[in-house]
């Protein structure tokens, strides 16, 4: 058998040619041996009608094995013979035919430094792209992060919108109007706050002093 793997050939008839042609060999073999135990059954039957006759089992079998190993000497000279005619007139595609689906290698023909720098911009289009999913991704995480700081802020501003009813309903004017004097108030109550601090501090230096 021949160890040119053909690949082309396998390509175009969806199998090697080698695999073809030890499938016929297999073939013929066991087409072989199956005429020649037929053939020594029918002997074997003969013999036992012709009450003249000599021969043995034993021997006819020897003689069908010698017969088996001449056809097979034979035939494997011959079936070289068909393999390499078969291969070269046969099977075998020129090197000047293209399949169709590889048509396009015709038109687009590239040189091995061609081929290279298309493989490099390939590569750089592939890390470019990975570079565009990460931010797209980070962007997408600020996206995120922008629905809840809003989620927050309508939440405070519904707050404020509640307040503001509040005080419209017990008279206090705007939100805005309650806000302010309320800041008024508190700052009046953290001045009064101080001063009843400082006098209770100045009582108690009165109290230790006495």
Do not use: W
Request: overall charge negative; proline content about 2%; hydrophobic content about 40%.
């Amino acid at each position: 058998m021949s160890v040119n793997p053909m690949a082309y050939e396998a390509q175009f008839f969806g199998f090697t040619p080698q695999t073809c042609l030890l499938r016929i060999y297999l073939a013929f073999q066991d087409y072989l041996f199956e005429i020649m135990q037929v053939v020594e059954s029918v002997i074997l039957r003969k013999l036992e009608g012709c009450p003249g006759c000599e021969l043995s089992a034993s021997r006819v079998r020897g003689c069908t094995e010698k017969f088996l190993v001449f056809v097979k000497e034979h035939f494997e000279k011959l079936f070289n013979k068909m393999e390499e005619v078969l291969l070269q007139l046969v099977f075998k595609i020129p090197e000047n035919v293209l399949l169709p689906e590889d048509k396009a290698h015709e038109q687009y023909s590239y040189s091995r430094e061609e081929f290279q720098a298309l493989q490099g911009e390939i590569q750089q289009l592939q890390q470019q792209y990975r570079a565009e999913v990460a931010a797209g991704e980070a962007l997408r995480a600020e996206l995120e992060e922008q629905k809840v700081v809003e989620a927050e802020l309508k939440k405070t501003l519904q707050l404020f919108d509640g307040l503001e009813s509040i005080c419209r309903v017990h008279g206090t004017g705007s939100f805005q109007e309650s806000f302010a004097f309320l800041a008024q108030n508190v700052k009046k109550l953290q001045d009064v706050l101080k001063d009843v601090e400082e006098k209770s501090k100045k009582i108690q230096v009165h109290d230790e002093l006495m």
